[in-house]
T-cell receptor, first 116, second 115 residues
Framework: AQSVTQLDSQVPVFEEAPVELRCNYSSSVSVYLFWYVQYPNQGLQLLLKYLSGSTLVKGINGFEAEFNKSQTSFHLRKPSVHISDTAEYFC??????????????FGTGTRLTIIP | NAGVTQTPKFQVLKTGQSMTLQCAQDMNHNSMYWYRQDPGMGLRLIYYSASEGTTDKGEVPNGYNVSRLNKREFSLRLESAAPSQTSVYFCASPPLGLANTGELFFGEGSRLTVL
């Protein structure tokens, strides 16, 4: 079984400051990792994903994440945030299925609030 | 979110009433999923369907039934709604043309309140 831990439920950040949202996972097999963003009263939108290859993954809206296998982490970063980044961010993991239909397991989410 | 369409977007029920959430996808993928989202708990898988005619339980299936009507449609039914089922429900399917790595394309959600 796999699980995802997002330690920070809320992160307030001043506008134009850098931000890091933390995500740790546990799995006994190789994983695929994802970050999704949910803007207020909307559905979830894929921000970025790690499937294989380079451990530094770039996504939309200037976000990036680094896969660290030894630390089982997939932290999300942005060097300078904007008001429009206010949203809830979910880390998710899949992998280990034995019938080829992967299922996503989500973390509990981190609410990012940008302070003007 | 044109790829996955959910109806209704909002619904208020009384305890004990039944209802069905409808989901349709036009990405021609075999897999479809139903999740519920609750504050502080993220998204939890209720049921999924790996292909037409098959369904399997996820993490929180109690109180729900599902039907995979055809390749496009996957419905979620609450036979006797309870206040604990107040939640936002999301249907999802893998994006068009991609192997099933777990990446999902989500509908806009259905907000259900059970009084």
């Amino acid at each position: 079984a796999q699980s995802v831990t997002q330690l920070d439920s809320q992160v307030p950040v001043f506008e134009e400051a850098p931000v890091e949202l933390r995500c740790n996972y546990s799995s006994s097999v190789s994983v695929y990792l994802f970050w999704y963003v949910q803007y207020p009263n909307q559905g979830l939108q894929l921000l970025l994903k790690y499937l294989s290859g380079s451990t530094l993954v770039k996504g939309i809206n200037g976000f990036e994440a680094e896969f660290n296998k030894s630390q089982t982490s997939f932290h999300l970063r942005k060097p300078s945030v904007h008001i429009s980044d206010t949203a809830e961010y979910f880390c998710a993991v899949s992998g280990g299925s034995n019938f080829g239909n992967e299922k996503l397991t989500f973390g509990t989410g981190t609410r990012l609030t940008i302070i003007p | 979110n044109a790829g996955v369409t959910q109806t209704p977007k909002f619904q208020v029920l009384k305890t004990g009433q039944s209802m069905t959430l409808q989901c349709a996808q036009d990405m021609n993928h075999n897999s479809m999923y139903w999740y519920r989202q609750d504050p502080g708990m993220g998204l939890r898988l209720i049921y999924y369907s790996a292909s037409e005619g098959t369904t399997d339980k996820g993490e929180v299936p109690n109180g729900y039934n599902v039907s995979r009507l055809n390749k496009r449609e996957f419905s979620l039914r609450l036979e006797s709604a309870a206040p604990s089922q107040t939640s936002v429900y999301f249907c999802a399917s893998p994006p068009l043309g991609l192997a099933n790595t777990g990446e999902l394309f989500f509908g806009e959600g259905s907000r259900l309140t059970v009084l």
